[in-house]
């Protein structure tokens, strides 16, 4: 019930195209949801987040899509550029405390 | 205002020997998350402290220990080392208990050999 579900684990997107990256997670409890980017060598870097009362998060060319009822919520990257070749994570926390539960990640590849 | 600082960055140490590493948060923030990150079990939590108290823990053995100091410093322990510890050791730092931003430091890389 912990978990938090992530795919694909690898994906290839031209430049200006759209990359979605979906997670899924069972435990209701959760009320928190980040995506974080991490470059190798760097640790991860907060992107963007959401919570439950809303549908629909977007800043700048990153959007959040929640799904309450499907528990679920997916990251679009827009206009994907080289410069957003990382590794990908969702994450999800709840209950008053800051655990994150992590996502297995997404590798991706914005090739030009 | 500075992130969250991890010191050393690297490390390599031999099997059965212990480890200490170091987190200052950023600058206001109170509470200290440790996370292990590998890659066959991606970023695991090891424990979180608020206000010099531990407030939860991972699944994760004994051996790895932590305390906050009243600045809000951060260390974490590993004692009797195995190669299973070779990892990528991360350090969040967050305001305050409950659903808040959660920022990372560039983490520690222990080999162990």
């Known amino acids: 019930q912990q978990q938090v579900k992530q795919s694909p684990q690898s994906l290839i997107v031209q430049k200006g195209g759209i990359s979605i990256i979906n997670c899924a997670y069972e435990?209701?409890?959760?009320?928190?949801f980040p995506w974080y980017q991490q470059f190798p060598g760097k640790g991860p870097a907060l992107l963007i987040a959401?919570?439950?009362?809303?549908s629909e998060k977007k800043e700048g060319r990153f959007t959040i899509s929640f799904n309450k009822s499907a528990k679920q919520f997916s990251l679009h990257i827009m206009d994907s550029q080289p410069g957003d070749s990382a590794t990908y994570f969702c994450?999800?926390?709840?209950?008053?405390?800051?655990?994150?539960?992590f996502g297995a990640g997404t590798r991706l590849a914005v090739h030009p | 205002k500075a992130g969250v600082t991890q010191t050393p960055r690297y490390l390599i140490k031999t099997r059965g020997q212990q480890v200490t590493l170091s987190c200052s948060p950023i600058s206001g923030h109170r509470s200290v998350s440790w996370y292990q990150q590998t890659p066959g079990q991606g970023l695991q939590f090891l424990f979180e402290?608020?206000?010099?108290?531990?407030?939860n823990k991972g699944n994760f053995p004994g051996r790895f220990s932590g305390r906050q100091f009243s600045n809000s410093r951060s260390e974490m322990n590993v004692s009797t080392l195995e190669l299973g510890d070779s990892a990528l050791y991360l350090c969040?730092?967050?305001?305050?208990?409950?659903?808040?931003?959660?920022?990372f430091g560039q983490g520690t890389r222990l080999t162990v050999v």
């Open positions: 959401i919570r439950p009362d809303v």
């Open positions: 994450a999800a926390k709840g209950g008053g405390y800051n655990k994150l539960i």
């Open positions: 969040a730092s967050s305001q305050s208990m409950g659903n808040t931003e959660a920022f």
């Open positions: 402290y608020f206000s010099e108290t531990q407030r």
């Open positions: 435990n209701t409890a959760f009320d928190y």
